[in-house]
Nanobody
Framework: QVQLVESGGGLVQPGGSLRLSCAAS????????MGWYRQAPGKERELVAT???????NYADSVKGRFTISRDNAKDTVYLQMNSLKFEDTAVYYC?????????????????WGQGTQVTVSS
C-alpha cells in the first residue's frame, strides 16, 4: 500500500506564509504527478497546483505568483509554499499523488489523496 502524510497547515494572518508538505511512503516503484487541491466550505474541490515527474508545474490562476509547488524525488515528498495568503485561501488542502506501486511481484498504477490539512487565513 501507499500512505500519504500531510503537514504544515494552520492559522495565519492575511499576507502571511505557510508551507505544506506531503510525504508518500510504501511500496512505491515510481511517482508520476503530484499535486495540491483544496476545498472550502460549501464549495467543490479545486486544483491548486500540480508538478510532473519532470518538474513541469501548473497553477490555478488564483494562486499564480503567490504559491510555489516543488518536489523532492529522493524523499517522495511534495511541497506547497504559500505566500501572501488571502482570506479566500482558507480551505482544507489535499495532496494528490499518482504513480506505480509494486506488490506481490506485480506492478500496479495508483492514485491516492492525503487526509487533508486545514489552512485558515484570518485576522
Amino acid at each position: 500500500q501507499v500512505q500519504l502524510v500531510e503537514s504544515g497547515g494552520g492559522l495565519v494572518q492575511p499576507g502571511g506564509s505557510l508551507r505544506l508538505s506531503c510525504a508518500a511512503s510504501g511500496s512505491i516503484f515510481r511517482i508520476n504527478a503530484m499535486g495540491w487541491y483544496r476545498q472550502a466550505p460549501g464549495k467543490e474541490r479545486e486544483l491548486v497546483a500540480t508538478i510532473s515527474s519532470g518538474g513541469s508545474t501548473n497553477y490555478a490562476d488564483s494562486v499564480k505568483g503567490r504559491f510555489t509547488i516543488s518536489r523532492d524525488n529522493a524523499k517522495d515528498t511534495v511541497y506547497l509554499q504559500m505566500n501572501s495568503l488571502k482570506f479566500e485561501d482558507t480551505a482544507v488542502y489535499y495532496c494528490y499523488v499518482d504513480g506505480i506501486k509494486y506488490s506481490s511481484g506485480r506492478y500496479y498504477s495508483f492514485d491516492y489523496w492525503g487526509q487533508g490539512t486545514q489552512v485558515t487565513v484570518s485576522s
